[in-house]
């Protein structure tokens, strides 16, 4: 099975430039960016099943970092 790789570099490669400034420049945006990062990590450790988890487990961490991805994005498409 293959890991999808849900960076948000991955995710919206043409925005790189607009994710660094963002990062720099809002602390909002840095920690949303941060929580993000660390809930798709989570999320690749237990599909890759270093991790155990329940399947309702999986399934909020993806919905989490689903609604995390789209706050980004609209301040990313605002900025």
């Known amino acids: 099975m293959t890991i999808d790789n849900h960076s948000l570099h991955n995710e919206f490669?043409?925005?790189a430039e607009q994710i660094r400034t963002l990062k720099m420049k809002d602390r909002?945006?840095?920690r949303l960016f941060?929580?993000?990062h660390e809930i798709d990590k989570e999320v690749r450790r237990i599909e890759e099943d270093v991790e155990a988890a329940s399947?309702?487990?999986l399934e909020g961490l993806k919905m989490r970092r689903l609604?995390?991805?789209d706050d980004?994005?609209?301040m990313l498409k605002e900025a």
């Open 34 to 36: 941060d929580e993000y």
């Open 55 to 57: 399947d309702d487990r």
């Open 67 to 69: 609604h995390l991805k």
């Open 13 to 15: 490669p043409e925005m």
């Open 72 to 74: 980004l994005f609209a």
């Open 28 to 30: 909002h945006f840095a």
